[in-house]
């Protein structure tokens, strides 16, 4: 039998579609009426937005901001407490002895790492972020995945990065999909709900956007592009049609949801190209680390170098930052 909380979790999902769809909530019939997705327009726009230039005033604004927005992440086999610690002290402290360099946003680590993360990051205000679902694969049974979860939040996650069933949604099952993320959102509870679509695995933009839809419908609170595991993965025209998804359920529902392109974003021009596909996109109101994140284990370094260029017209050397 339901519980109130899962009662609760079904119900504000069914007030997703009925609001977007304009009708009594139905999966079925509002995906059908997703839109198909322009891929040559898709690809020109992504194209002509990442030529545009910004002044070197806006330019270190963008870069200051990229800091704010990344979810530095570790997430290999062989992680330890002592390498999730290190990482911590990267994140509060991404330049140490320069007090102008902002904190990130949230430091992403596997399940079992989360108290270690915790107790690193109390009081910082960096968030702690878990994937939970059988990342990557998402191969496992729904049973395992709501447990998972709970226990990532009881840990101490204030956010949960789910992935979805890509084997149910490609062979048509969007039902078991939804029914997933509602389940998995009942179980994060007051942690926000950051779905991975593996965009990668999806073939084409029609499914993207019909993805990027399906989740938000469900409960995201965030879509995420990938889990940084199989290539491709971000990219800009992936990147923009779920941003452009975003923008209509928002006119649709009013409800804001949040972006996150993760795996392949190094540089600190692809960051600020990313930045300019967002506010082009979206607008100031996702201008902020609440509604969207860079997935990064790579970037930071590159962004500090460049505001060190930026500063003083010249290029530290690498080997005067910490590791990610």
């Not at 726009?45 to 901001?65: E, F, P, V």
């Not at 949801?257 to 930045?275: H, N, S």
Request: aromatic fraction near 6%.
């Amino acid at each position: 039998m339901a519980t109130s909380a899962e009662t609760a979790t079904r119900a504000r999902a069914q007030e997703l579609i009925r609001a977007f769809d304009g009708r009594a909530g139905n999966l079925g019939r509002l995906l059908g009426r997703v839109t198909a997705v322009d891929q040559v327009g898709v690809e020109e726009r992504a194209a002509a937005l990442r030529t545009r230039s910004i002044k070197k005033a806006s330019k270190l604004w963008a870069l200051d901001l990229a800091i704010r927005m990344m979810d530095l992440t570790t997430l290999e086999g062989k992680d330890t407490p002592g390498k999730v610690r290190a990482l911590c002290v990267k994140a509060i402290h991404p330049q140490p002895g320069d007090p102008t360099i902002p904190s990130v946003a949230a430091v992403c680590v596997y399940p079992a790492l989360v108290a270690d993360a915790r107790d690193a990051l109390r009081g910082s205000g960096v968030h702690v972020a878990s994937v939970a679902t059988g990342f990557p694969s998402g191969q496992t049974f729904l049973e395992l995945k709501v447990a998972e979860t709970r226990l990532a939040v009881e840990a101490g996650a204030d956010e949960v990065d789910m992935v979805i069933d890509r084997n149910a949604f490609l062979s048509g099952d969007y039902q078991t999909v939804f029914e997933e993320i509602v389940a998995v959102k009942e179980a994060a509870g007051p942690a926000h709900l950051k779905v991975i679509l593996e965009t990668g695995d999806l073939e084409t933009y029609d499914n993207v956007r019909r993805a990027s839809v399906l989740a938000m419908a469900a409960g995201a609170d965030f879509i995420k592009t990938s889990t940084g595991k199989i290539s491709p993965a971000a990219t800009l025209p992936v990147t923009l049609v779920m941003l452009e998804a975003v923008r209509d359920f928002d006119r649709g529902t009013g409800r804001e949801i949040g972006i996150k392109p993760a795996g392949g974003i190094r540089t600190a021009k692809e960051a600020v190209q990313y930045l300019v596909v967002l506010y082009e996109t979206l607008g100031p109101r996702w201008m902020r680390p609440e509604r969207f994140r860079f997935g990064a284990s790579s970037l930071l370094n590159d962004v500090l170098m460049q505001i060190e260029k930026e500063r003083t017209g010249r290029y530290q050397d690498p080997d005067d930052f910490t590791l990610d």
